[in-house]
Nanobody, 114 residues
Framework: VQLQASGGGSVQAGGSLRLSCAAS????????MNWYRQAPGKQRELVAS???????NYADSVKGRFTISRDSARNTVYLQMSSLKPEDTAVYYC?????????WGQGTQVTVSS
């Protein structure tokens, strides 16, 4: 399994960005796709997740501002980020968890300036 993330960049506070992550390889019908982030000097944290059935979960810090979605036909997960804050600055990683294990994509940098 390979994950290819894209969509990071620099934005001012209050702005929006959309991250995408395309999965390829052996993708099982039942899986969970996740977005994590890691800020400098901090541990990696779960931002949002979505199951193959469409059930979503969000970190409290992003509820109401971020929306995770997926296109199962394309094995792609998205993270729409709005009302961005400087504290959202981090490297964002996509992840897929399925039978057989978990796979990480390369990170994409998101920088929010005040």
């Amino acid at each position: 399994v390979q994950l290819q993330a894209s969509g990071g960049g620099s934005v001012q506070a209050g702005g929006s960005l959309r991250l995408s992550c395309a999965a390829s390889g052996s993708i099982f019908a039942i899986n969970v796709m996740n977005w994590y982030r890691q800020a400098p000097g901090k541990q990696r944290e779960l931002v949002a997740s979505i199951t193959s059935g469409g059930i979503t979960n969000y970190a409290d810090s992003v509820k109401g501002r971020f929306t995770i979605s997926r296109d199962s036909a394309r094995n792609t997960v998205y993270l729409q980020m709005s009302s961005l804050k400087p504290e959202d600055t981090a490297v964002y990683y996509c992840n897929i968890a399925q039978r057989g294990g978990s796979t990480w994509g390369q990170g994409t940098q998101v920088t929010v300036s005040s």
